[in-house]
C-alpha cells in the first residue's frame, strides 16, 4: 500500500487511478519521461533555451498548488542544475529559476532557507556577476515584504 500524493490514502501500490479522489496516484504518473530525451538532443543540437524551457515548464507544472509532485518538483531541479553546470552561458534562466525556487519557498514555507540563498548567491558570484548578484539581493528584499 501507498499514498496518493493528493489525497493522501492508502492505496494499492500498482493503482493507475485513485479510487477516493480519481487522480493519478504516484509522483511523475503526469511526467512523460521522453521529454528527457528531447531535451538532451535540444542540448546536443545547441538549442540550451527551448531544453531549459522544457524542462522549467514541466517544473512548474509539478510545483503546481493544484498538483504539486514533489519527487518529481526536485527531480526537475536537479536536472535544470545539471543543465546549467554544463552550459554556464544559461546563466540569465538559471537565476529567473533561483528566483521562482525562492518565491515558492516564500510560498510554501513562508520563507528562504538560509542555504538556498547562499547557494543562489554563490552561483552569480562565481559567475563574477555583480549585477545579478544585486538582482538576488533586490529581489528577496521584496518577496519578504
Known amino acids: 500500500m501507498e499514498k496518493c500524493i493528493f ?17 493519478k496516484p504516484f509522483s511523475g504518473m503526469y511526467f512523460d519521461p521522453e521529454k528527457y530525451k528531447i531535451v538532451d538532443q535540444l542540448e546536443k543540437d545547441g538549442e540550451l533555451e527551448k531544453a531549459w524551457e522544457l524542462l522549467h515548464e514541466e517544473w512548474m507544472v509539478h510545483g503546481d498548488v493544484d498538483y504539486y509532485d514533489d519527487d518529481m518538483y526536485f527531480e526537475l531541479l536537479e536536472k535544470m542544475h545539471e543543465l546549467y553546470e554544463r552550459n554556464p552561458s544559461l546563466i540569465r534562466q538559471r537565476v529567473d529559476l533561483i528566483k521562482d525556487y525562492w518565491r515558492n519557498a516564500v510560498y510554501y514555507a513562508y520563507v528562504v532557507h538560509k542555504n538556498d540563498i547562499e547557494e543562489g548567491l554563490d552561483i552569480v558570484r562565481k559567475a563574477n556577476r555583480k549585477d545579478l548578484e544585486e538582482e538576488l539581493i533586490d529581489y528577496l528584499d521584496e518577496i519578504h515584504r
Open 7 to 23: 489525497c493522501e490514502e492508502l492505496i494499492p501500490a500498482d493503482s493507475e487511478e485513485c479510487p477516493h479522489c480519481d487522480k
